[in-house]
């Protein structure tokens, strides 16, 4: 069996509400159209040069962020919350430097769900593979001004949560905090601890329509931390960015074993 704590899977959800384009079912039966998730991912992240689903020598690319491994969403058109797009990866070593593909995973995600409706999110989890985060800090510092540069009247406020089977992460609260307001910059704020749930189904998430793609790779997982911050503005750049702040604060403080991240804003 495979060291689960050496597994390089990475499992990203985008929560919100999609409606779909009016014409998008007429357009589908014109050019005998069977769009999905998994095709869209697939043909965004190659077109990004990230990842490759074809078989072969073409699925040797050079420099590639992921192995594609499966993917699908929510569409149900009711108006409520829903895992509207889901991408599971296997995350490579390569290239040399590069971060665990957070921001590259969400914009795939984000351009496939653009491209069928218009879509609205509310929350993003993912699963991640620690013992492949690199020292990030100077870069999220650096990207701190990008998302400084915001209109303040789109500020909103976010729950970030924190879960995982290490017993080492508890009483590392405070560590988490410290780090994540050192690697934003400021540019998170009123950042405060909260209660930590016990269990992944506990309804307290808000946000994030439950449950969460990954079940197998989560299970025995627990949450062990909860924070509550605010943002210049609420977009899936600033999910990925908030995520990646957790990964690095775990990271910095001697986290490696896998974790499910949420951010959601309610």
């Not at 491994?69 to 009711?78: E, H, L, R, S, Y």
């Not at 800090?137 to 990207?143: E, F, H, R, S, V």
């Not at 405060?192 to 749930?197: M, Q, R, S």
Request: proline share 5%; hydrophobic share 40%; charged share 25%.
């Amino acid at each position: 069996m495979r060291d689960a704590f050496k597994d390089p899977t990475l499992i990203m959800g985008m929560h919100g509400v999609l409606e779909r384009h009016p014409w998008a079912g007429r357009v589908s039966a014109e050019f005998d159209l069977d769009e999905d998730v998994f095709s869209l991912a697939a043909k965004r992240a190659e077109a990004y040069g990230w990842s490759s689903a074809r078989l072969g020598e073409a699925a040797e690319l050079e420099g590639a962020r992921w192995a594609h491994n499966d993917a699908g969403g929510d569409w149900t058109q009711d108006g409520g919350v829903r895992e509207a797009g889901w991408l599971q990866v296997s995350v490579t070593e390569g290239p040399r430097g590069q971060r665990l593909p957070v921001l590259p995973v969400a914009t795939v995600l984000g351009d496939a769900l653009r491209r069928v409706g218009r879509f609205r999110l509310t929350g993003l989890h993912t699963l991640a593979p620690l013992h492949l985060a690199l020292d990030a800090t100077p870069a999220l510092i650096g990207a701190a001004d990008w998302f400084a540069l915001a209109d303040p009247d789109g500020a909103a406020e976010l729950t970030m949560t924190v879960s995982g089977r290490e017993s080492g992460l508890t009483g590392r609260t405070g560590q988490v905090r410290e780090y994540a307001e050192r690697s934003a910059d400021g540019r998170l704020t009123s950042v405060e601890a909260l209660p930590a749930g016990q269990e992944l189904t506990a309804p307290d998430l808000p946000g994030l329509a439950l449950p969460l793609t990954g079940e197998v790779q989560t299970e025995g997982m627990r949450q062990l931390m909860a924070f509550r911050c605010r943002v210049r503005e609420w977009s899936p750049d600033v999910a990925a960015w908030t995520t990646e702040i957790l990964i690095d604060a775990l990271r910095a403080t001697g986290t490696t074993d896998p974790v499910l991240l949420t951010v959601s804003t309610g």
